[in-house]
């Protein structure tokens, strides 16, 4: 699980360890990362924390190996972390562009690489990437191209390892959030300020909360969901129907 040390992350690590997986918590703060592990090993799960940046391939690569190492296999793979960068599409730089892409989709992308390689000799394996919304719509009013098309990529990065690994028997899914009360929200100068408009245009007429995602990522996870392959699965209060 990466960006698992907080936020939409940690709910998923949480969801999982309460069904009874063994959790590797991935995250670019080795104090996060370590502050979760604890709370799930508390819980009485079995949890490891890794420090690792989700953007580059040798920290990818050594996660996967870590993960293996400890826990003998790796039957779910679920690729959480992301950025969101704010800024209107003239003005924004390709610095910006890069800095997105490089964890929101080329991330994710070698993370499916080396998890499937591990997944492909089990016969097995279910690989969950975190999309957004903003696949589906342009969420508005705010300003943010690069996110937007890092995560419409995801889902179509998604459908295609779903066609191309089937018969392999894994199974590679996306989850797209609404908008959900997280740091990256509630932190964010750009964006904390457009709530009550947000929530104007939510049929459900709240925020999304980390706990509306658990039940998606634990079914994603699961053998009940061994029929579903390239799906992306919004949770987003009705949000993209308006
Ligand atoms: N919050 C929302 O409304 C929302 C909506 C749709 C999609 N999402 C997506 O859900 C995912 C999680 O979002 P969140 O709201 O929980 O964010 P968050 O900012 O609250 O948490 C993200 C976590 O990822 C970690 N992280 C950041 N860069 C990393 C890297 N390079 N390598 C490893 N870890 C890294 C951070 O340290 C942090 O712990 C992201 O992919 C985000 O795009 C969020």
Same mark, same amino acid.
């Given at each position: 699980m990466t960006g698992a040390g907080q936020g939409i992350g940690r709910a998923f690590a949480h969801a999982l360890a309460e069904a009874g997986a063994k959790v590797a918590v991935i995250d670019l703060s080795a104090d996060r990362a370590d502050e979760v592990a604890r709370e799930l090993r508390e819980k009485g799960a079995e949890a490891i924390s890794i420090q690792a940046d989700a953007a580059d391939e040798s920290s990818v690569e050594s996660f996967v190996r870590t993960t293996v190492q400890a826990f $003998?296999?790796? *039957?779910i793979a679920v690729n959480n972390a992301g950025i969101n960068l704010n800024s209107a599409a003239e003005e924004a730089t390709l610095e910006e562009w890069d800095m997105v892409h490089n964890l929101n989709l080329r991330g994710v992308f070698i993370a499916c690489q080396h998890e499937a390689k591990v997944m492909f000799p089990q016969g097995y394996g279910k690989i969950i990437n975190t999309a957004s919304m903003a696949s589906m719509i342009v969420p508005h009013p705010q300003k943010q191209v690069s996110y937007n098309v890092s995560k419409g990529a995801v889902v179509s990065l998604t459908r295609t390892l779903a066609a191309e690994w089937a018969d392999r028997g894994i199974r590679v899914n996306c989850i797209s959030p609404g908008i959900i009360r997280t740091a990256l929200i509630e932190e964010s100068e750009a964006l904390a300020p457009l709530v009550d408009e947000w929530v104007s245009n939510i049929p459900a007429g709240r925020l999304g909360e980390v706990g509306d995602l658990q039940g998606a990522v634990v079914y994603l996870a699961s053998?009940?969901? *061994?029929?579903?392959? $390239?799906h992306n699965l919004a949770i987003e209060g009705g949000q993209t129907l308006w």
């Open positions: $003998g296999r790796l *039957d053998e009940v969901s *061994d029929y579903m392959t $390239g």
